[in-house]
């Protein structure tokens, strides 16, 4: 394969039986000196699906690329600032990885007077 343009999809999983999210991805793999290049785009335009690629790059950028015919393939997703274009390299680290986020669910209290 020289080169491989097409819908694939973008898949986080938070354990092997948790599919957390999943965002479709048009993609363009090309074969180069070093293995492959990858980059690619969100398929939609909107705002949900750009905050919740956001978010999952935020949390851990190791997704799980699915094309369309079942194969997968595990990548790192480098998104440009506006969360909607990205590049791709292959993961090559560990399969289990702890991933820990905390979320801040105190909040100062206003007084009503």
Do not use: K
Request: hydrophobic fraction near 35%; charged fraction near 25%; glycine fraction near 6%.
């Amino acid at each position: 394969m020289d080169r491989f343009e097409g819908r694939c999809w973008l898949d986080w999983w938070a354990n092997t039986s948790t599919l957390l999210g999943s965002v479709e991805v048009a993609v363009v793999i090309t074969a180069s000196d070093t293995g492959w290049d990858a980059h690619g785009r969100l398929t939609t335009d909107t705002d949900e699906d750009r905050d919740a690629f956001a978010f999952l790059c935020d949390q851990d950028p190791v997704f799980t690329l699915r094309f369309e015919d079942g194969s997968t393939v595990a990548v790192t997703a480098h998104p440009t600032d506006d969360h909607r274009r990205f590049t791709l390299t292959e993961y090559t680290g560990p399969t289990h990885r702890p991933v820990e986020h905390h979320i801040d669910l105190t909040q100062p209290q206003t007084r009503l007077r």
